[in-house]
């Protein structure tokens, strides 16, 4: 049995009694009356409540600080149903769609919902609901996309509330979205960490934790080492992971040029070899888009390519 303190505005504790094996639905209705009476002073923001799309904070920057792609060469009606398709392979919902605009719905967890609803809310308000809108508008031959991320909830009143979603996963998630739709990031854009050229997901077992190899792009640090689609990535810069973001994290700020030991399995014998790490092709330049392409060009159910 633990108990956590939670402190208020006024300085008054506030304990909740957690039992092991407690469900968050028993927690949450234990503490309600204190989440919901008080306006607490808890390590989370807004920003960072949910993460519905794969992305790592910063992965991405853009001149304009705005989330935004173009689409080369496409009708309004092309880039937006190329948009429309993506939130649905993601299981987005989609609320609205016009020529100018796509308005896709994702789901909150439990926990993000919950504290969602405290920031936001009352104990009398709808479950909060996160959306993205995508606006679009025609620019010569190309289209011009934005993106706009909020949760909402609405309350015994019939108000609703609304926040704006700035937070880097959020940013990151959408930029992905808009890039694996076809989009095209602006001049100047930059993509952060280190290129490997593989494609994959984090993989539980016994012993935890694995990185399975789904693609390997050609002419990539990855395939010059030797690595494989099926590859099992166990350790990496001599650190093992437990999420797709630790295994990002392990090498994504080692100087350019490193040999990161990367150690695997094959076919269930161990293996090791040495990666050369570099930076991320110009995200204008051909390069990029071909090995986006390449990598990413349908990928549902994986991560972002590293």
Same mark, same amino acid.
């Given at each position: 049995?633990?108990?956590?303190?939670?402190?208020?505005?006024?300085?008054?504790?506030?304990?909740?009694?957690?039992?092991?094996?407690?469900?968050?639905?028993?927690?949450w209705?234990?503490?309600e009356?204190?989440?919901?009476?008080?306006? %607490?002073?808890?390590?989370?923001?807004?920003?960072?409540?949910?993460?519905? #799309?794969?992305?790592?904070?910063?992965?991405?920057?853009?001149?304009?600080?705005? =989330?935004?792609?173009?689409?080369?060469?496409?009708s309004?009606?092309?880039?937006?149903?190329?948009?429309?398709?993506r939130?649905?392979?993601? =299981?987005?919902?989609?609320?609205?769609?016009?020529?100018?605009?796509?308005?896709?719905?994702?789901?909150?967890?439990?926990?993000?919902?919950a504290?969602?609803?405290?920031?936001?809310?009352?104990?009398?308000?709808?479950?909060?609901?996160?959306?993205?809108?995508?606006?679009?508008?025609? %620019?010569?031959?190309?289209?011009?996309?934005?993106?706009? /991320?909020?949760?909402?909830?609405?309350?015994?009143?019939?108000?609703?509330?609304?926040?704006?979603? /700035?937070?880097?996963d959020?940013?990151?998630?959408?930029?992905?979205?808009?890039?694996d #739709?076809?989009?095209?990031?602006?001049?100047?854009?930059?993509?952060?960490?280190?290129?490997?050229?593989?494609?994959?997901?984090?993989?539980?077992?016994?012993?935890?934790?694995?990185?399975?190899?789904?693609?390997?792009?050609?002419?990539?640090?990855?395939? =010059?080492a030797? %690595?494989?689609?099926?590859?099992?990535i166990?350790?990496?810069?001599?650190?093992?992971?437990?999420?797709?973001?630790?295994?990002?994290?392990?090498?994504?700020?080692?100087?350019?040029?490193?040999?990161?030991?990367?150690?695997?399995?094959?076919?269930?014998?161990?293996?090791?070899?040495?990666?050369?790490?570099?930076?991320?092709?110009?995200?204008?330049?051909?390069?990029?888009?071909? #090995?986006? =392409?390449?990598?990413?060009?349908?990928?549902?159910?994986?991560?972002?390519?590293?």
């Amino acid at each position: 049995m633990s108990t956590i303190n939670l402190q208020t505005m006024s300085d008054k504790r506030l304990d909740c009694t957690v039992v092991p094996g407690m469900s968050f639905v028993t927690y949450w209705r234990q503490c309600e009356r204190y989440l919901m009476n008080y306006k %607490l002073v808890l390590p989370l923001a807004l920003g960072v409540l949910a993460q519905p #799309a794969f992305a790592q904070g910063n992965w991405y920057t853009i001149p304009s600080n705005q =989330a935004e792609a173009r689409f080369e060469g496409e009708s309004l009606e092309g880039a937006d149903g190329k948009i429309a398709s993506r939130c649905m392979d993601r =299981a987005w919902t989609i609320a609205g769609q016009t020529p100018n605009q796509v308005v896709c719905e994702f789901k909150l967890d439990a926990v993000s919902s919950a504290f969602a609803k405290v920031f936001l809310g009352n104990r009398y308000s709808t479950d909060p609901r996160g959306f993205v809108r995508f606006s679009l508008v025609k %620019l010569g031959s190309d289209v011009r996309v934005q993106a706009y /991320t909020w949760i909402e909830t609405e309350t015994a009143f019939g108000q609703m509330r609304q926040e704006a979603q /700035t937070g880097p996963d959020y940013f990151d998630g959408v930029v992905t979205l808009l890039l694996d #739709a076809g989009g095209v990031l602006p001049e100047g854009s930059r993509r952060l960490g280190r290129y490997l050229g593989i494609v994959g997901r984090t993989e539980s077992g016994k012993p935890c934790c694995g990185y399975r190899i789904l693609r390997v792009g050609s002419n990539t640090p990855a395939q =010059a080492a030797g %690595l494989q689609a099926g590859d099992v990535i166990i350790r990496i810069n001599g650190k093992k992971f437990k999420t797709d973001g630790e295994f990002i994290s392990r090498f994504r700020n080692v100087p350019v040029g490193t040999a990161i030991p990367v150690v695997f399995t094959r076919n269930g014998a161990e293996q090791q070899v040495q990666v050369t790490s570099r930076e991320w092709p110009a995200l204008s330049s051909d390069e990029f888009r071909k #090995a986006n =392409a390449e990598l990413n060009g349908d990928r549902t159910q994986e991560s972002k390519a590293p």
